[in-house]
């Protein structure tokens, strides 16, 4: 079964300082990945999607993801953290091939210090 | 165009009530999910429809159940609530047919239901 691992329920980070949000994935063939950002009281929003074609993805906001297969990764990134980044970003993996369940992370949630 | 609306934002039923709650998804979009959040449970998939047919479930007990409509709003429905049913219940359209290309081709969510059982 697939499954997807967020390490840090809680990441702090100062203004300017480089975000890093994990997230490994266990799947015997490389998935769809995802990763969804959420502000109070709202739903979910697509960040940026990785579905097999380059390895390094950019998505809104400045965020960028790198797949590593090697290590069933696929870390989230932003090199100069703002205030409105605070929220909580979600990671998802769908399995390739076919109709299948989403199964998203437990979540992190993104403190920006001033 | 407009976004996708759920409605309602909050609700307050006592257990062993039911509850529907209603997604429109975006205009054109044919795909309707159906996702629960809570704090120790996280995002959870419930499941999907595609053009009023059920495509996919998740591992939810008989008394959450859905539909879609011709015109690709859906309801869901949860019946003798029970106080652990107590969160967000989020829908999300996609243009795509299937949880693949629903997400692949960038499922937009709602703002999500508040379902508080007491």
């Known amino acids: 079964a697939q499954s997807v691992t967020q390490l840090g329920s809680h990441v702090s980070v100062s203004e300017g300082a480089l975000v890093l949000l994990r997230c490994n994935y266990s799947?015997?063939?490389?998935?769809?990945l995802f990763w969804y950002v959420q502000y109070p009281n709202q739903g979910l929003q697509l960040l940026l999607k990785y579905t097999s074609a380059a390895t390094l993805v950019k998505g809104i906001n400045g965020f960028e993801a790198e797949f590593k297969k090697s290590e069933t990764s696929f870390h989230l990134t932003k090199p100069s953290a703002h205030m409105s980044d605070a929220a909580e970003y979600f990671c998802a993996v769908i399995p390739s091939g076919g109709y299948q369940k989403v199964t998203f992370g437990t979540g992190t949630k993104l403190q920006v210090i001033p | 165009k407009a976004g996708v609306t759920q409605t309602p934002r909050y609700l307050i039923k006592t257990r062993g009530q039911q509850v529907t709650l209603s997604c429109s998804p975006i205009?054109?979009?044919?795909?309707v999910s159906w996702y629960q959040q809570t704090p120790g449970q996280g995002l959870q998939f419930l499941f999907e429809y595609f053009s009023e047919t059920q495509r996919n479930k998740g591992n939810f007990p008989g008394r959450f159940s859905g539909r879609q409509f011709s015109n690709s709003r859906s309801e869901m429905n949860v019946s003798t609530l029970e106080l652990g049913d107590s969160a967000l219940y989020l829908c999300?359209?996609?243009?795509?047919?299937?949880?693949?290309?629903?997400?692949?081709?960038?499922?937009?969510f709602g703002q999500g239901t508040r379902l508080t059982v007491v």
């Open positions: 205009s054109g979009h044919r795909s």
């Open positions: 799947s015997s063939v490389p998935p769809y």
């Open positions: 999300a359209s996609g243009s795509g047919q299937g949880a693949i290309r629903a997400m692949n081709t960038e499922a937009f």
